[in-house]
Structures are given as structure tokens and as C-alpha cells.
């Protein structure tokens, strides 16, 4: 069955640390994305991919980097993590051809 | 940045009246309007979506309204029931698959 998965599904760090967040999806698709999700703000967009190889910048890319080594998978690296980066991450796949977004499980991710 | 604005910030209805909710863009070029829903604890899941061809769309109790001319489309939930309870997403994309920008989410309550 087609899916997204994300690893880890909770995740404490400290401040300052490097924190990767890993996602992988079997749906074949070219677009991956990374989004945060925050009370008030809704989802909003930090980095995205077409294709193996490819990262782009989304809304809010400060403090963050994004790599995709394959076509599956997509991973979100913080390099030194800050308290304001605490919240829940979701990661996306989706298609060219119809638009459709497929979230993964999410991480919680507190940085104290 | 490209915004979509989601109206009210939240909403109680009770079961068995429609639930209205309320988005509008700014960008010309969108052509992907999806609504996503939300359950707590869980990931936004695709509920429904509709392309400016069309300025109706309709999936059981769920209909979308587009008018093109306003940049507006809203989500109207028929004959409401407890298990509508959820945070809902409007969202928008241009043209071959690109990045959801989402509103910020409207939660409903639907009271029994």
C-alpha cells in the first residue's frame, strides 16, 4: 500500500543541536514537501523537491535545510536547533499529473 | 507571499445545520482549490477540490462553492454530524503539481 512515513515520530533535542528529520514515501511520486504545523498558523511550507536530487525553498526555509537523495526519500535537517522550531512537522508526496497532497504521520519535535 | 485567507478561525454548529466555511486568494494563476481535513492527533487527509471549470463541486454532504471573478470558494457542509468535528484546511496551487499554500484552518464543532 502506498504511503509516507516519517521518522522519528517524536524527537527532543536541545538547543543547538543538529536534529534530521527523515521521510519516505512509496507512492511513486516526484514532489516532496515539508511543512510545519503550528496553532494559528495552519500548515505552512518550508522546503520542497520535483525530483531526486532537487530542493527548493518554501515560505519559511530560515534555519532549516531539506536533501533528497532518491526519489523516496526527503529528509529535513536542522543544524542548530532553536526553541522556535518546536512544533509538528509533516511531510508530503505528491503528483504532477493530479495535484494531490499525501501527508505522512508527523513529528513532534521539542527543542529545549 | 502568495496568501489564502480562511474564515471564521472556528465554528460550532449543531448537528443536522450547514456549516459554512469561508477562503480567498490573491494569486491569479491558482487553479487547484482543495479543501483538507484534519482529526486530532491524526495528519490532513484530501476531502475535496475543485479546478476554476467548474464553480460548484459537490461530494455527498460536502460542497464547494468557486467564484472565479472574487478569488473566494467556500466549503459548506450539509446536514452536520458529530463526527464533522475537525480542523479544516482550504489550500491552493498553481499549475503541475506545485506547493500547497494552506489557510489557516477553521475548527468545527458540530454538537449533538
Known amino acids: 500500500e502506498a504511503a509516507v512515513t516519517q521518522s522519528p515520530r517524536n524527537k527532543v533535542a536541545v538547543t543547538g543541536g543538529k536534529v534530521t528529520l527523515s521521510c519516505n514515501q512509496t507512492?511513486?511520486?516526484?514532489?516532496m514537501y515539508w511543512y510545519r504545523q503550528d496553532t494559528g498558523h495552519g500548515l505552512r511550507l518550508i522546503h520542497y523537491?520535483?525530483?531526486?536530487?532537487?530542493?527548493e525553498k518554501g515560505d519559511i526555509p530560515d534555519g532549516y535545510k531539506a536533501s533528497r537523495p532518491s526519489q523516496e526519500n526527503f529528509s529535513l535537517i536542522l543544524e542548530l536547533a532553536t526553541p522556535s522550531q518546536t512544533s509538528v512537522y509533516f511531510c508530503?508526496?505528491?503528483?504532477?499529473?493530479?495535484?494531490?497532497?499525501?501527508f505522512g504521520p508527523g513529528t513532534r519535535l521539542l527543542v529545549l | 507571499q502568495q496568501q489564502v485567507r480562511q474564515s471564521p478561525q472556528s465554528l460550532t454548529v449543531w448537528e443536522g445545520e450547514t456549516a459554512i466555511l469561508n477562503c480567498s486568494y490573491e494569486?491569479?494563476?491558482?487553479?487547484?482549490f482543495p479543501w483538507y481535513h484534519q482529526f486530532p492527533g491524526e495528519s490532513p487527509a484530501l476531502l475535496i477540490a475543485i479546478r476554476p471549470v467548474s464553480n460548484k463541486k459537490e461530494d455527498g454532504r460536502f460542497t464547494i462553492f468557486f467564484n472565479k471573478r472574487e478569488k473566494k470558494f467556500s466549503l459548506h457542509i450539509a446536514d452536520s454530524q458529530p463526527g464533522d468535528s475537525a480542523t479544516y484546511f482550504c489550500?491552493?496551487?498553481?499549475?503541475?503539481?506545485?506547493?500547497?499554500?494552506f489557510g489557516t484552518g477553521t475548527t468545527v464543532s458540530v454538537s449533538p
Open positions: 489550500a491552493a496551487s498553481g499549475q503541475g503539481g506545485r506547493a500547497l499554500i
Open positions: 494569486d491569479s494563476t491558482f487553479d487547484y
Open positions: 523537491s520535483y525530483g531526486a536530487g532537487s530542493t
Open positions: 507512492n511513486n511520486h516526484n514532489n
Open positions: 508530503a508526496s505528491g503528483d504532477f499529473r493530479e495535484d494531490t497532497q499525501y
